[in-house]
């Protein structure tokens, strides 16, 4: 059954009616073009399609468009500022977190949600938070580099 939804995604207020069922990723991708959020397994594992839903990282590929209705949906094109990255996408250069790329997005978002959460993270909460996350080129070891920086963890 198709609906009306009024979502705030990167402080814009978006009208639009899909699908309550349609998954929040299509919608953001199809609807919206934000193409940086990225489809991965639709199915929720591995990450790659993670934006924050009123603070909170979700799996875009498996919320409904309908959760995000009247609440704030953060995606990867928001979180520089002023023409300055934010400090977890700067970590992540710092630290070369990326090879092929694919999974950066979601890795950042998730990163964000916990750095802004929790501030003063152990390497164990860190490693914790981002285990959901997968990294087909398996950079895990620089990965975890760059959320230990941008959390001060180093």
Do not use: W
């Amino acid at each position: 059954m198709e609906r009306e939804l009024t979502i705030n995604v990167n402080g814009q207020k978006r009208e639009l009616r899909t699908a309550e069922d349609r998954p929040l990723l299509d919608v953001l991708r199809e609807d919206l073009h934000l193409t940086g959020t990225k489809f991965g397994c639709g199915q929720g594992d591995c990450g790659a399609c993670t934006v924050l839903l009123d603070g909170k990282a979700v799996r875009s590929c498996i919320t409904p468009a309908s959760e995000a209705n009247g609440k704030k949906v953060r995606t990867i094109e928001s979180i520089a500022s002023d023409g300055k990255l934010h400090a977890v996408q700067q970590a992540f250069i710092d630290q070369q977190a990326m090879q092929c790329g694919y999974c950066v997005p979601g890795q950042i978002m998730t990163a964000v949600a916990f750095c802004e959460s929790h501030p003063k993270a152990s390497k164990a909460e860190i490693v914790e938070a981002m285990r959901g996350n997968i990294c087909r080129c398996c950079n895990y070891p620089n990965i975890l580099a760059a959320v230990e920086q941008a959390v001060g963890a180093r």
